[in-house]
Each structure stands twice: as structure tokens, then as C-alpha cells.
């Protein structure tokens, strides 16, 4: 089994960062919980702070429709 430095780091990139932001949405959601946010205030906390990651993944797709990456 042979595996290249491409297809470790594009795995790494894949698995690795989807299983951080997915960690990072347990974290926001329990920011929201502690801090006691409300619907609207962790409506807000997503929305804010999961655009960025939002953004990866769109990067990711539209890439992948445009057969760039």
C-alpha cells in the first residue's frame, strides 16, 4: 500500500479539518449554552462565528464543480 505525500495531506486536509470544525461547532454551541445565549443569541454565535467555516467548505465544493482542485 503506497501511499504519496499528495494523498496524505489532501486525506489530512479533508478528514483532519472536518473533524476540527466539527469540534468547533460543539464548541460555539457549548459557548452558547454556558453563556445562557438564548435562540437569537445562538442563532447569532453560529451564524458569526461558523461563517468562516462555512466559507472553507464552499471554497472546497466550488472547486470541485469547477474541476480546479
Sequence with gaps: MNI??????????SIGLGLFIL??????WD???????G?????VLFFV????????AMKSVIQWLLGIG
Design 39 to 43: 435562540k437569537l443569541g445562538t442563532f
Design 23 to 28: 469540534f468547533m461547532l460543539f464548541i460555539v
Design 49 to 56: 462565528l461558523a461563517f468562516g467555516m462555512f466559507g472553507f
Design 4 to 13: 504519496t505525500d499528495e494523498q496524505l495531506s489532501t486525506w489530512g486536509v
Design 31 to 37: 459557548l452558547a449554552r454556558k453563556s445562557k445565549a
